[in-house]
């Protein structure tokens, strides 16, 4: 096993071009397909430079059709960010059941992580470049998922702890709440399945770096 790591250290410092220093994998996410080298100021002192050398993401959308799913999708998200908020808040008997919790936890985590492709979403440029594409389409894409995955899963377990409860219960509001639940995988479905249908057009950067660069991949 100790081997294995130091090989795996080895390989990772290989890939570093002398006099560039360590870069972490968020680094390297962030400036793939970017390349580096060194140039000399009029002062004498020496400055890594990045181009952009790989290929450029661009939706094949008007302006206005762009802007319009820029807001459907801000406001599919508020709204089901919303009334999950106020289904889980709900006093009721499922709400206070560890199995919902759990649904309800991953709800939550899932809103974050499409909360985050939303904003970068939001603020993408009409060109992208590869870190900005996976970063906005993609985890808006992945988040979504998890978030209608969720969803889903706190309706199945509200409606099973209707079933399974002798004792009397809210029984309207609990099958509220999971109409509710059920209202949100809708919202943000909808924003998944509108996302993977636009198409990217991919154009290379023409850009060009000198000979002795290195490409961050």
Known sequence: MRLRIKESIRKRYNRIPPGMGYHSDVYHHHFEDWSEFEEQKSNGKVRIR??????????????????????LFSTLFVFAAVLFIICSAQYVGSNQCWYVAITQAGAIAGLVWMGIGIFNHLTAKKRMTIAEYRSSSGTLRVGSIIV????????????????????????????????????????????????????????????EAPREAVIVD
């Open 50 to 71: 990045r181009v952009y050398t790989g290929v450029w993401y661009r939706q094949d959308l008007s302006d206005r059709r762009r802007i319009f799913l820029k807001l």
């Open 148 to 207: 209608a995955i969720s969803f889903t899963a706190a309706m199945l377990m509200t409606l099973l702890f209707v079933l399974l409860q002798n004792k009397e219960i809210m029984f309207g509001r609990e099958v509220m709440c999971a109409a509710g639940y059920l209202i949100c995988v809708v919202a943000v479905f909808t924003v998944n399945h509108i996302e993977r249908k636009i198409r990217y057009i991919e154009t290379p950067s023409g850009n």
